[in-house]
Each structure stands twice: as structure tokens, then as C-alpha cells.
């Protein structure tokens, strides 16, 4: 059998659901992201992840690993809603990054805005898991995992009502002023990692925004 080496792809093996007829199908990812299903008669060649990288090659995929902030992202600031501020599990869930007089002027709209960011960011940093299989475990939703982080972000948001549901707390208290819109979530909640003070608030909600993971993230919703 002739090797034609133009057509050989590489990626890592994942499952969806299909979004032509709803079925589950096991395929592999590439660099890109692009979703391809096994079917009989392909020739596969299986090859082991290393120890430091998951795929085969050493180049890392498109759009994965150290990820270059956003222009001015060094500029923006974290926030997080004031009710929430002395728990870290929900300043996870709610904190965002943005420019300092978004902070100051924050309204429904740039919250939003905010949140589907930092969304976008927490997929373009996920090297080790393929998005479907993250998609997969949480929301069994792989088929979401297709396009790029912008794209993904946005079908998650449209599709997953607990990716949606932070946004419309905050909305809710941006326009109510009501602390008790997160009465329920802070009800019996570790007390623990509360900050003091306002600049170790901001230095080390930013230092937690850094080092937050995708995976992290979506076990917080």
C-alpha cells in the first residue's frame, strides 16, 4: 500500500456528538481544532503522549499554550462583585479582567462582555485536555468544541445555561443592588481565602485569575 505522507493527520483522540443527527462519534482533534471522524477502513497509526507534551509532534497546537495577552490585557484590572469578594470559589466564578474605567463605569453590558473574554482566554490556555473531552465531562456538549476560542466561547454561551447563569447573577445585582442575589451560593461556603485591604484585594485576585484553568473554571458553575 502506497504511503502518501501529504495525507496524514495528527491529533488526539476525542468523542463528539454529531450535529447533523445527534449521535456520539469517536474521532480525533488536530492542531486546529478541527474534528475529524474515525470510520471503517481508515488506516490509524497510534502513537503514546510523552511525558511533557500530549501530542506527538513538538510543536504545540494553533491557538494552545502560552497565550499572548489580548492588546492592553497587562493594562486591565481584576473585579469581582463585592458581595463575593471574601470567598474564593465564587471570586472564581465571578471575577473578570477589564480596563480600569470599565471598572469604574460597570454596567450589565461590559460585565458581559468581560466574562465571555475570560471565557475565551481559559480555552486558548487548555493544552493538556482536548476541548472536546473537557466539553464532554462537564456538560456531555463536545460537539461545542469546534472552531475557534472566540467561536467556542460563544457556543458555549449560547448553548450551556450554566455557562450564562454568573452573568445573569451579576446582572441582577448590578441593577438591584441586592446582596442577597448570591445569598444561596454564599450560604454555607468555606469562609477561607478571604482578602483584606484593597490593594492585596486586586494583587492577589489577579494573581488567582492567572492561574485559573478552564477545567477549574466550569467545576465552579
Same mark, same amino acid.
Request: glycine share 6%; proline share 9%.
Given at each position: +500500500?502506497?504511503?502518501?505522507?501529504? #495525507?496524514?493527520?495528527?491529533?488526539?483522540?476525542?468523542?463528539?456528538?454529531?450535529?447533523?443527527?445527534?449521535?456520539?462519534? %469517536? &474521532? *480525533?482533534?488536530?492542531?486546529?481544532?478541527?474534528?475529524?471522524?474515525?470510520?471503517?477502513? +481508515?488506516?490509524?497509526?497510534?502513537?503514546?503522549?510523552? !511525558?511533557?507534551?500530549? *501530542?506527538?509532534?513538538?510543536? $504545540?497546537?494553533?491557538?494552545?499554550?502560552?497565550?499572548?495577552?489580548?492588546? #492592553?490585557?497587562?493594562?486591565?484590572?481584576? /473585579?469581582?462583585?463585592?458581595?463575593?469578594?471574601?470567598? $474564593?470559589?465564587?471570586?472564581? $466564578?465571578?471575577?473578570?479582567?477589564?480596563?480600569?474605567?470599565?471598572?469604574?463605569?460597570?454596567?450589565? !453590558?461590559?460585565?458581559? *462582555?468581560?466574562? =465571555?473574554? $475570560?471565557?475565551? #482566554?481559559?480555552?486558548?490556555?487548555?493544552? /493538556?485536555?482536548? @476541548?472536546?473531552?473537557?466539553?464532554?465531562?462537564? *456538560?456531555?456538549?463536545?460537539?461545542?468544541?469546534? &472552531? #475557534?476560542?472566540?467561536? %467556542?466561547?460563544?457556543?458555549? /454561551?449560547?448553548? @450551556?445555561?450554566?455557562?450564562?447563569?454568573?452573568?445573569?447573577?451579576?446582572?441582577? /445585582? @448590578?441593577?438591584?443592588?441586592?446582596?442577597?442575589?448570591?445569598?444561596?451560593?454564599? !450560604?454555607?461556603?468555606? =469562609?477561607?481565602?478571604? %482578602?483584606?485591604?484593597?490593594?492585596?484585594?486586586?494583587?492577589? @485576585?489577579?494573581?488567582?485569575?492567572?492561574?485559573?484553568?478552564?477545567?477549574?473554571?466550569?467545576?465552579?458553575?
Amino acid at each position: +500500500m502506497r504511503d502518501d505522507r501529504k #495525507n496524514v493527520l495528527t491529533g488526539i483522540i476525542a468523542s463528539r456528538m454529531c450535529p447533523l443527527c445527534g449521535h456520539h462519534e %469517536i &474521532g *480525533f482533534v488536530t492542531r486546529d481544532r478541527e474534528f475529524h471522524a474515525l470510520k471503517p477502513g +481508515m488506516a490509524v497509526q497510534i502513537q503514546g503522549p510523552s !511525558e511533557t507534551d500530549p *501530542f506527538p509532534s513538538e510543536e $504545540k497546537p494553533v491557538g494552545l499554550g502560552a497565550v499572548s495577552p489580548p492588546e #492592553n490585557m497587562e493594562d486591565r484590572i481584576p /473585579w469581582a462583585p463585592s458581595p463575593v469578594i471574601s470567598r $474564593k470559589g465564587l471570586r472564581m $466564578k465571578y471575577a473578570v479582567r477589564m480596563r480600569p474605567d470599565h471598572a469604574q463605569e460597570m454596567s450589565p !453590558e461590559i460585565y458581559r *462582555f468581560a466574562y =465571555l473574554e $475570560k471565557l475565551r #482566554n481559559l480555552i486558548e490556555k487548555e493544552i /493538556w485536555v482536548p @476541548l472536546p473531552v473537557v466539553l464532554d465531562r462537564f *456538560f456531555t456538549a463536545p460537539h461545542l468544541a469546534s &472552531g #475557534n476560542p472566540q467561536q %467556542i466561547a460563544e457556543a458555549m /454561551w449560547r448553548e @450551556l445555561s450554566e455557562v450564562r447563569e454568573p452573568v445573569r447573577r451579576v446582572e441582577e /445585582w @448590578l441593577i438591584t443592588g441586592e446582596p442577597s442575589v448570591f445569598a444561596e451560593e454564599l !450560604e454555607g461556603k468555606d =469562609l477561607s481565602g478571604e %482578602i483584606s485591604g484593597e490593594h492585596e484585594e486586586r494583587e492577589d @485576585l489577579l494573581k488567582e485569575l492567572e492561574e485559573l484553568s478552564l477545567e477549574d473554571f466550569l467545576a465552579l458553575l
